[in-house]
């Protein structure tokens, strides 16, 4: 699209919808700055569920919603080659609000993909149905808050039949991926990844360190290579998709994907929180 020119550009009042994305240099252009309007609050022109269904070139977006952050993995179906990955910055701060940061998080990634790419499954990974004492009771409804609205979001864009919601533990026994006593789960699922990212440049925290952020796209990764495996392509965009990751369907894995290593060295994208995104209609 030329987002200048296109009619969905055009905000009531002329107004413009920025977000600014860091990005270092990669293989694929980064997320450009966005310019993202819609004259009647509908969703942006998509691909019919035929044509998703029979394209090549369909992908599987990954995501993991918290509140601090949106780990994203956008892997090809087909090879599961990653083509973007990153994490939206949420920030703590009891002036913005979950709504806020699923505006924000619509705004500046899920619009953009949605016009951009031919997404044909959006793999979500599923807030925790048990939790352990040390969690507070406001920190698990913002948490599954955001969840919902994130998964409504997605369904809007997307479609409804092409979101999947994937219990962690579900995709994780797909990998046979578990907790050692050497290892936490999320270094397990980390490791996994990194094996098929080799290329990666990690993101750091300001110390210079590994920044925890790194393991919300590592689990949005394995949400995505689970769909890529468990999701045939007559079932992109149908019913079907929902009832293979059923908990009482039998899990009828296609046993001739495999997940390829992507060569190319990859950057992070980091999407930083911008207000001026969330109020400009």
């Keep these: 699209y030329n987002l200048s020119t296109n009619p969905c550009c055009t905000a009531p009042g002329g107004g413009q919808v920025t977000a600014t994305i860091t990005r270092g240099e990669g293989a694929d252009p980064p997320l450009r700055r966005i310019s993202t309007e819609s004259q009647d609050g509908s969703a942006p022109p998509r691909l019919s569920q035929s044509a998703r269904v029979e394209a090549p070139s369909s992908y599987v977006l990954g995501l993991d919603v918290s509140t601090k952050h949106v780990g994203f993995v956008l892997m090809h179906y087909q090879t599961g080659l990653v083509k973007r990955l990153g994490v939206v910055e949420c920030p703590i701060d009891p002036d913005v609000d979950v709504y806020q940061k699923v505006r924000f998080t619509t705004r500046a990634l899920l619009e953009p993909l949605s016009r951009e790419l031919d997404v044909g499954v959006v793999a979500i990974e599923k807030y925790l149905q048990l939790f352990h004492m040390r969690f507070r009771t406001n920190t698990i409804i913002q948490l599954v808050r955001m969840n919902t609205l994130v998964v409504w979001e997605c369904q809007r864009l997307f479609g409804q039949q092409a979101v999947l919601e994937v219990h962690p533990t579900q995709a994780r026994s797909l990998f046979s991926l578990r907790k050692t006593s050497e290892h936490s789960v999320k270094d397990v699922v980390h490791r996994h990844v990194s094996k098929f990212l080799p290329n990666t440049e990690w993101l750091q925290a ?31 965009g149908s019913a079907c998709a929902q009832r293979l990751l ?28 911008d207000s001026a995104t969330i109020f400009t209609i």
Excluded: C, W
Aim: net charge neutral; proline share 7%; hydrophobic share 35%.
């Design 246 to 273: 059923a908990k009482d369907v039998e899990l009828a894995t296609r046993s001739e994907v495999t997940t390829s290593v992507t060569p190319h060295r990859l950057i992070p994208e980091t999407i930083l929180y």
């Design 206 to 236: 300001r110390n210079g360190k590994f920044a925890p952020s790194n393991y919300d796209i590592s689990d949005a990764f394995i949400v995505g290579d689970y769909a890529r495996r468990m999701v045939r392509p007559q079932d992109f």
